[in-house]
């Protein structure tokens, strides 16, 4: 079976966006917990490099900026009403009674890094490192307001 | 500090693509996971559509298979050597005897996984669906002999 590793289980929870809404609470903090890890691993090296820690290569900068990029829209999919518990979260349930200002977050965070992405192919180093400071400051927006730790 | 979310600690391990042979195999264990769970919640709604389970949603399948396909790149960084124990994997020590093979069966992804993306775009629920079953099977080529489960 050339689709053997597609259990009928798991597709009857994860079926499609409209479905996303009946996903069990545990398979989207995973999926957005997991998200966030792939985020995180491809901005680490570019933090690094902004910050003067290992020497700046313009060619890695766009390509992690472009994944960073590709991943910002994947997020908001990952907080389905009533995921607020199930598993380890980081998730304040003020996402799901706020979730309009939680939902532009994301949009701010989206359009951040697209255009950290298409700055980052210009290779221009000072524009970089300054849309490089603006996009953090989407994460650090919605974190100090939505994530515990 | 709108950067306050990036630790010194984690940028320590993480850096750049040449210092990933440095990361800590429970870091590169970690991400890898999280990129196989993204890559597959964004593949069992294809898989979904693909088998009748839920109406072909043709921008939702191409929107999805356009996240698989730049997923798929992302995963090979994730194996550095010594990442076969150090936390949960089900990765056989296997891939780090064989890893020129390894690594073409991972191009083998990336490559079926990118006509994936071209031909959603087209529409053609047949070729969708020969293409779809042709990038499973790079799946499973991969899980059989180097996946533990």
Redesign the interface.
């Known amino acids: 079976m ?5 259990s009928l289980s ?2 009857v929870s ?6 996303v809404a009946q996903t069990k609470p545990e398979d989207a903090i ?2 957005r ?3 966030y ?2 985020l ?6 570019m ?3 902004v ?1 003067g ?2 020497p700046f ?1 313009a060619a ?1 900068f766009a390509s992690r900026a472009e ?1 960073v990029a ?2 910002a829209p ?1 997020l908001l999919e990952g907080f389905p009403q009533g995921s607020h518990e199930g598993a380890t979260t980081d998730a304040k349930p003020a996402i799901w009674t706020n979730f309009d200002d939680f939902s532009a977050k994301m949009k701010d965070l989206e359009r951040e890094t697209a255009a950290l992405a298409s700055i980052a192919k210009g290779g221009d180093q000072a524009a970089i490192q300054e849309q490089f ?1 603006k996009t ?2 989407t ?2 927006a919605c ?1 100090d307001e939505y994530k515990a730790d």
């Not at 050339?2 to 597609?6: C, I, P, T």
């Not at 994860?14 to 479905?19: F, H, N, V």
């Open positions: 050339r689709l053997a590793l597609l798991l597709c994860l079926l499609s966006t409209a479905a995973k999926y917990r997991s998200v890890t792939v995180l691993w491809n901005w680490m090296p933090n690094a490099m910050r820690r290992i290569d890695e994944r590709a991943l994947q400071a953090g400051g994460c650090k974190h």
